[in-house]
């Protein structure tokens, strides 16, 4: 286990017990931020730390509105989420088009 991964479980530890957004605000080294216009095609960017987050996406569009979730490890961090509002569309999901879009991503991360 790398030292990231030791971090990130000992946030997660950390947040377990957390019923609320405003209780995770007041743990140290705490940073707040509001995203919009989560989908999945795209994954949800964190601008306080300028990362992208397809974990964040996920647990996201798993979350009733009104609804709080913490612990999600992320790559730039351990997060806490509260659904304030969810509008559907009436798009569907279709596989083959996700498998391209992935892969044309992977593609740009190896080139780097």
Do not use: W
Request: aromatic share 6%.
């Amino acid at each position: 286990m790398c030292v990231m991964d030791k971090k990130a479980a000992k946030l997660q530890e950390k947040m377990k017990s957390a019923k609320s957004i405003a209780e995770i605000a007041k743990m140290e080294g705490a940073i707040q931020d509001s995203i919009q216009h989560i989908t999945f095609g795209s994954p949800a960017y964190i601008m306080k730390l300028g990362a992208q987050e397809n974990a964040v996406s996920g647990a996201a569009s798993a979350l009733a509105e009104g609804k709080f979730v913490s612990g999600i490890r992320g790559n730039a961090g351990v997060y806490a989420l509260q659904a304030i509002k969810k509008n559907t569309t009436a798009e569907t999901f279709d596989e083959k088009a996700e498998m391209q879009r992935s892969a044309m991503q992977n593609a740009s991360f190896v080139s780097y």
